[in-house]
């Protein structure tokens, strides 16, 4: 996008409507950013199932924890159970069993597998809708300002293996997966500023920079993030006190790209 071009695009343009061109900018760079980032991560992301420490559930047993080995060239599990060690519980090799989970069979499996899995979450937090309550004789808000934070939150992650039919008959494996993470989190925002949301005060407009706190949960059901967000925004200038919504709470909506 060059110089020529944003300027004909914001020609003519009323500083309010030429700022909600710019979100609008924004928060399309930021979704593609999303997407770009969600497809270069998809190889190593939460949701996909793969070798670690589990609590292993045979259909409705009692889990246990266990060690999982997952062969996807030779279709198969091996479950080792775990032995105590100086270093901590450690898989037990010479006790490990070997399942053949080939991706297609003729008959369905008789027992079904459920893993779990916690984890310690570090996440990269986009909020680009934030839900704000009426308040200094403003009504109620659905702001669009672009936000990003580092997310910190405990995770657990399940997985549940089966055999679906196929027309034709036969069986094929899948993975179903659920997560969900809570956490907290911190980072900057931005926020119009003008006389309005000023006590009338401020003459003048532009856009404050915030920071941004507070409390979020992250589902994920297969390969779909989605995250609800509980915050607060602190204006970092001079305007703090005057600020209407300064340290006022607001609710939103989350999406995360995981670091870890």
């Avoid at 956490?183 to 920071?211: H, I, K, R």
Wanted: aromatic content about 12%; some cysteine; glycine content about 8%.
């Amino acid at each position: 996008m060059n110089k020529l071009y944003l300027n004909i695009f914001f020609r003519n343009d009323t500083p309010e409507k030429r700022r909600n061109k710019k979100t609008a900018v924004l928060i399309l760079l930021l979704f593609s950013l999303l997407a770009t980032g969600c497809s270069t991560l998809q190889e190593s992301s939460k949701y996909q199932f793969s070798e670690g420490f589990y609590r292993v559930r045979l259909n409705d047993a009692s889990a246990k924890r266990m060690y999982v080995d997952f062969q996807e060239e030779e279709d198969s599990l091996i479950i080792y159970p775990l032995r105590p060690s100086a270093q901590g519980p450690v898989p037990d090799t010479l006790r490990g069993v070997k399942i053949d989970i080939t991706s297609e069979r003729e008959e369905p499996l008789a027992v079904h597998y459920t893993f779990s899995q916690p984890s310690f979450d570090v996440d990269v937090l986009t909020i680009p809708l934030k839900y704000r309550s009426g308040t200094a004789g403003f009504p109620k808000q659905l702001n669009t300002s672009v936000q990003a934070a580092i997310y910190l939150g405990l995770r657990n992650d399940y997985y549940r293996m089966g055999y679906t039919e196929t027309p034709l008959g036969n069986y094929k494996r899948h993975f179903n997966h659920f997560g969900f993470s809570m956490g907290l989190f911190t980072g900057l925002g931005s926020a119009f500023m003008n006389e309005s949301v000023t006590q009338g005060l401020v003459e003048y407009e532009y856009d404050g920079v915030v920071l941004v706190n507070g409390v979020a949960g992250i589902v994920g059901i297969n390969n779909f993030t989605l995250g609800l967000a509980i915050g607060i925004d602190h204006l970092l200038d001079q305007n703090r006190e005057l600020w209407i919504y300064q340290r006022k709470p607001w609710v939103g909506l989350a999406f995360g790209l995981n670091l870890n």
